[in-house]
C-alpha cells in the first residue's frame, strides 16, 4: 500500500466515523438567515441526501462514501454561492472547512475527478428530493428545518459506522472507487433512459 492510499483510508475513516457530526454544518447552513435561500436548499437537499436510507445491501463504510464526499463538496458550495452571509459562516465553521477541504482534495486524487465531478453535478437531481411528503425548499422555512434538524439527529443515533466498525476494515481504496465508479453508471443509465 502507497502513502497516498494509507492516506486517504485514515481521512475516509474519520470522514465516515464524523459523517453524523459533520452534518451538524449543514444543518446550521439550512438554518442561517444570513446565507442565500439557494445555499440554504443546497443544504437541505444534501442533508436529505444523506438521511435518506440507500443500498441496503452495501457495506456502510461503502455505502456512506458517497455521502462523504456530497457532504464537503455541498459546504464549499454553500461557502462560494452563500452570499453576504457566506464568510461569517466558513468563519463560524473554520476548522471544518479546513478539513474539509484538504479530506477533498485527497478524495479527488484517489476517487479520481471523474468521480468528484460527477457527485458535484448533481445539485439539481438532489434538489428534487423529497422527504417525507416535504419538497426541499420547505426545510428552509422554521418548522419543516426544526424537523429536519430533528431527523438529522436521529440519523446520528441509527448511523452504523463508528471507529470501532471501521477499524482495520480498511483496507484498500479500490473497493471505494469500485463502489463509487458503480453508482456513476447507473446515474449515467437513470439520466439516459
Known sequence: MDNTERTFLEAMSRALVSLPFDLKVLLEAVADPDLEREARELAAATVVHVITPKDGNVDAPLRFTEDVVQLRL???????????????????????????????????????????????????????GVYVKKKIPAFVDDEAGTFLYDEGSRFSTLYPVTEKTVAGRLKQAQPFIDHLARKHEQDKKRITS
Do not use: H
Not at 454561492?81 to 486524487?109: S, T, Y
Open 74 to 128: 455541498a459546504v464549499i458550495k454553500i461557502a462560494a454561492e452563500g452570499g453576504e452571509g457566506a464568510p461569517a459562516f466558513r468563519q463560524r465553521f473554520a476548522e471544518d472547512f479546513a478539513r474539509f477541504e484538504e479530506e477533498l482534495q485527497l478524495f479527488r486524487q484517489t476517487l479520481g475527478n471523474d468521480i468528484v465531478d460527477w457527485l458535484d453535478g448533481r445539485w439539481a437531481m438532489l434538489a428534487k
